[in-house]
């Protein structure tokens, strides 16, 4: 059944960008995204997927509960793009695409970590449930690491590695607060990425052919 997961995670990562090689918008298109953009995702995905019939939280296997602040820190990146916007730090899109690009990429990541957890079944650390693969913090952190690595990777490389930073200190909190295998944050980090590069590459066909439909609602009118 992983194999097959997989498989399908994999082909969706392939297909979604030829899809959208035709659109053109403010929003880059498979022109910024190949599919060799898809390899990162794809490898954590693939890694947590091989390690789920293995799990392992080295070196925290008798940890217990570190510190809440993965409950908060998996929205630092969503958090420092607000800053930066307040701070009158302009991204690489305009407000509204991006707004639409951090709603779509969430809608995204949380259908297939949703998905993936009622299929897998996989018990947590600590036996509190069967919902441990993939991690949803991790997918969130990572969503809103790699949304605010597209907004402002113009601007600074030290933007980008800030809320990677937090995405992977979310991760690793999960591992040592027993709620999550390494397989669990290697699978939501690659799903969080993968989401947001998904999401970029669709989103100029769907932005066209709305516009498209208001332009001719009202030259009917």
Known sequence: MIQRLYFIFVFW?????LFAQTAGDSIPTERR?????????????????????HPTREPFNHTGTVSSADEYLR??????RVALQL????????????????????????GVTEGLKRT??????DGSDRR???????AVAFTGAELLHQAYKHKSPWISIAGYA??????VLRVANEQHHWADVLAGAGIG?????????????????????????????
């Open 166 to 171: 937090m995405a992977s200190a979310t991760a």
């Open 132 to 138: 441990s693969f993939p991690s949803g913090h991790a």
């Open 120 to 125: 897998i079944h996989s018990t947590r650390p």
């Open 87 to 110: 701070a009158g730090v302009k991204p690489a899109v305009n407000l509204g695409d991006e707004i639409a690009v951090t709603v779509l990429s969430n809608v995204v990541m949380g």
């Open 193 to 221: 990425i993968a989401s947001v590069k998904v999401t970029y590459a669709v989103y100029p066909v769907i932005k066209r052919k709305l516009l498209g439909h208001r332009r001719q609602s009202k030259n009917q009118l």
């Open 13 to 17: 990562l392939t297909t979604v960008p």
């Open 75 to 80: 929205f630092g990146p969503y958090g420092l």
């Open 33 to 53: 995204f190949p599919l060799r953009s898809f390899i990162v995702p794809a490898t954590l995905v693939g890694g947590g997927a091989a390690w789920l019939g």
